[in-house]
């Protein structure tokens, strides 16, 4: 018989955890398992997602609803936030997950999580995945009453996947006692984004076009990537930023570029469903974050053979090598970065090295033997 697997996560789209999803859910063998994905926010499953699985969500969505429609949605939302602000997470799932599941998968840290954790069916193999430095960038503080309680939620699985060897380490350290703590790397579709790459965007440029992608959050730093760039062209480099993604700062960020004159050199390209094409139209991949779990984006562009500069986060030394073999490594500042960066562009023969062993290394993320680890797991 099929196994008969729910996973939960915050929302369907907006950054690297559901874009793993999406890779993990397209290649998962359908033959062995019946899959049901629950979203917290209602939204429509698109291209991206299979259809041949079900489909269900927590708080609904009002749009294009009538006013009857809108207004029993709203009602069991607000009920539905109150049940979770002061309730227990058992009570939260008695009353807001529908069905029987032979493993449930709480994709994603904090809310999804603190859900499954709640789980009254005792027959259920339960897993939490964590995408994130919980250490450096605890945001899931919002979902949770305190830390003992997600400690105590974190408690109730049969296992904790770290999407690298440093996350599982922090998981250990901040949650002891947790069962099952291991690594499984995300599932990445090699094939496609090579493929996808290959759609022109006809974009000469004289100058070194750098990119970075994702959340518009203070945990990606785009503000001082900005200020590198801005000095970088006070120092005469012939450069400029293209910045792929979208978020809560996004005024912020377009704020600080008018005000600094920077329109002619920095572009906010926004979501894109295709960001491969941008990432092979670029000349160098800069990742600015304060933390990460393993970030998707640093494999996509090595997949693509695109030289790659990081600050020191969790994980970058699992994809660029514990020597800076693959990529370079630099400490987790602004000043480093930008002297990183600035290496790089003064450096023509470390330059092409990097750009020769992103290329080797982006050959080593083959999905199926990851898959194969991911299907043994549930």
Not at 137 to 144: A, G, K, L, R, V
Not at 178 to 187: A, D, E, M, R, V
Not at 230 to 254: A, F, N, Q, T
Request: hydrophobic share 35%; with cysteine.
């Amino acid at each position: 018989m099929k196994k008969k697997v729910a996973f939960y996560v915050n929302g369907l789209y907006g950054g690297g955890a559901e874009k793993v999803l999406q890779t993990l859910l397209r290649f998962l063998d359908y033959n062995k398992f019946e899959v049901t994905l629950y979203s917290v926010l209602q939204e429509k499953a698109g291209d991206e997602y299979p259809t041949n699985i079900d489909y269900k969500y927590i708080y609904g969505s009002t749009e294009g609803k009538s006013f009857v429609s809108r207004l029993l949605t709203l009602c069991r939302n607000r009920f539905g936030l109150w049940i979770y602000d002061h309730c227990s997470p058992s009570l939260f799932y008695r009353l807001f997950v529908n069905g029987q599941y032979d493993v449930e998968v709480a994709f994603i840290e904090g809310y999804a999580t603190r859900i499954v954790s709640g789980s009254t069916n005792p027959d259920s193999k339960k897993i939490a995945w964590v995408h994130i430095d919980l250490d450096s960038n605890h945001w899931t503080d919002i979902c949770y009453h305190s830390f003992d309680e997600e400690k105590r939620c974190y408690l109730q699985f049969d296992h904790v996947v770290a999407v690298s060897e440093f996350v599982r380490k922090v998981n250990e350290r901040i949650f002891p006692g947790i069962k099952g703590s291991c690594t499984l790397y995300n599932p990445i579709d090699s094939a496609e984004i090579i493929q996808k790459s290959k759609e022109v965007i006809f974009e000469p440029h004289e100058t070194i076009r750098l990119v970075s992608s994702g959340r518009f959050t203070h945990q990606k730093a785009f503000d001082r990537l900005l200020r590198i760039v801005k000095r970088l062209k006070d120092e005469h480099y012939p450069v400029e930023l293209w910045l792929l993604g979208d978020g809560i700062l996004r005024s912020e960020l377009e704020t600080f570029i008018s005000e600094n004159g920077m329109e002619d050199y920095v572009s906010l390209l926004g979501f894109q469903s295709n960001p491969y094409k941008y990432l092979n139209a670029c000349d160098l991949f800069v990742c600015s974050s304060i933390a990460e779990g393993f970030s998707t984006v640093i494999t996509e562009a090595l997949i693509l053979g695109l030289p790659v500069v990081s600050t020191e986060v969790s994980g970058v030394r699992e994809q660029l090598g514990k020597n800076c073999e693959y990529g370079l490594i630099t400490e987790n500042s602004e000043i480093a970065l930008f002297e990183g960066v600035k290496q790089l562009l003064d450096n023509q023969e470390q330059f092409l090295y990097y750009q020769k062993m992103a290329s080797n290394r982006g050959k080593q993320f083959e999905i199926n033997s990851l898959m194969a680890e991911i299907e043994n797991k549930l």
